[in-house]
């Protein structure tokens, strides 16, 4: 079974400011993690994931994620927020290949950011 | 850049009605999915679709739910008999393969049940 926390379903930041969305999970079998983002009124858009390789990844628009086994997380950073990263943002989960999930994913409950100029 | 569609954007439906929510998934892709977000909760899992058979689906995918790739490029979820419960947001993904591939998600359907 696998699950996701997102710590702070709203993030406030000025704009230029370090952005941090916290992600935890729990999974029984090796996990594949993903940051989606969702602008209004548009589909999830990946943002990065991790399938095994390097422990810090780097996504589009300039945000990475690092992950940490000890510490069951995957942390959404960016070092400088832009107003147009105002969205929300999901954390997700589904089992590495050798699982029986047939890539099912498992979201956290989002991550709402706003930026303030 | 190809991406996937659904249709209608907005549907509103009386109770104990069927509805039909389409999607047109990225054409070199295999794997299909459903999901659905309750209005401020989670993103949830309702089935995956592979080589025009369900793959897996979770508990909220009763009998009431049904899946469909009736032509090759659409896939189709199907609601018999509406409740009230059953609005949410419902999103379409494809992918080309599982796990790690990502999946492409469409900006999805509002289902409003009155």
């Known amino acids: 079974a696998q699950s996701v926390t997102q710590l702070g379903s709203h993030v406030s930041v000025s704009e230029g400011a370090l952005v941090l969305l916290r992600c935890n999970y729990s999974?029984?079998?090796?996990?594949?993690l993903f940051w989606y983002v969702q602008y209004p009124n548009q589909g999830l858009q990946l943002l990065l994931k991790y399938t095994s390789a390097a422990t810090l990844v780097k996504g589009i628009n300039g945000f990475e994620a690092e992950f940490k086994k000890s510490e069951t997380s995957f942390h959404l950073t960016k070092p400088s927020a832009h107003m147009s990263d105002a969205a929300e943002y999901f954390c997700a989960v589904s089992a590495a290949a050798g699982g029986t999930s047939y890539g099912k994913l498992t979201f956290g409950q989002g991550t709402i950011l706003t930026v303030h100029p | 850049e190809p991406e996937v569609t659904q249709t209608p954007s907005h549907q509103v439906t009386q109770m104990g009605q069927e509805v039909i929510l389409r999607c047109v998934p990225i054409?070199?892709?295999?794997?299909f999915y459903w999901y659905r977000q309750i209005l401020g909760q989670k993103v949830e899992f309702l089935v995956s679709?592979?080589?025009?058979?369900?793959?897996?689906k979770s508990e909220i995918f009763d009998d009431q739910f049904s899946v469909e790739r009736p032509d090759g490029s659409n896939f189709t979820l199907k609601i018999r008999s509406t409740k009230l419960e059953d609005s949410a947001m419902y999103f379409c993904?494809?992918?080309?393969?599982?796990?790690?591939?990502?999946?492409?998600f469409g900006p999805g359907t509002r289902l409003t049940v009155l």
């Open positions: 054409s070199n892709h295999l794997y």
């Open positions: 993904a494809s992918s080309r393969q599982t796990t790690y591939n990502e999946q492409f």
């Open positions: 679709f592979y080589n025009n058979e369900i793959s897996e």
């Open positions: 999974s029984s079998v090796p996990p594949y």
